[in-house]
């Protein structure tokens, strides 16, 4: 899923708007890559939409700026890349968001997480696993969460999708499963 890349997302919201990452709440969508997104019509500080909250922000004395919504989704995607170009790895990353995982299976408790899930009709999408906001409990995903987007970004998640589905079909051919 894109549970990772949701991490580095809030940090990066963190960092830029010098709040808590905790007070975040943004997911990034599609496949863990190159047509990942960020939904950004979803993206809130404290129950405040991202954009309103640069305000908010400003007004409170803190030197922030208005999101650049391209360099913060190039971020995300090229963050790995700079870590194993200086790390050799992301082992560490992809572990604790691993173990992320597991403790919300063993606690039992129901909590939303970007994962990868077959999608049943939700916008569209029919028999692709794609990552979204789900609820996951001590069962595996219990419920996608139909997150309001707008046209853009209907169309990006489509296009994601399109891509797991050209891969998927390449896979079948390339193995001889009809």
């Known amino acids: 899923g894109t549970i990772l890349d949701t991490a580095r ?3 990066g919201l963190s960092e830029k708007l010098q709040v808590a990452q905790k007070n975040i709440h943004a997911y990034v969508f599609g496949e863990h890559g190159d047509t990942s997104f960020i939904p950004w019509t979803g993206v809130y500080v404290s129950g405040i939409h991202v954009d309103e ?5 400003q007004h409170m004395g803190k ?3 208005p999101i650049d919504k391209d360099e913060m989704i ?5 963050s790995g890349g700079i870590v194993i170009a200086k790390k050799g790895a992301t082992f560490y990353a992809v572990s604790r968001s691993v173990c992320q995982l597991c403790k919300t299976l063993l606690a039992s408790s129901e909590t939303v997480v970007t994962v990868s899930s077959m999608m049943h009709g939700i916008y569209g999408m029919k028999d692709i696993v794609i990552s979204m906001p ?4 001590k069962d595996g995903v219990e419920n996608v969460i139909p ?3 707008d ?3 209907k169309m990006q998640l489509k296009r ?12 079948k051919k390339e193995h001889g499963i009809g």
Request: glycine share 6%; net charge negative; proline share 0%.
């Open 147 to 149: 997150i309001s987007l």
């Open 53 to 57: 909250y640069v305000n908010v922000a």
């Open 9 to 11: 997302l809030r940090c």
């Open 134 to 137: 789900a609820i996951v409990g």
């Open 151 to 153: 046209e853009e970004e």
């Open 63 to 65: 030197d922030v700026k």
């Open 74 to 78: 190039e971020y995300v995607r090229k």
């Open 160 to 171: 994601s999708a399109d891509i797991l589905t050209g891969m998927k079909e390449m896979i």
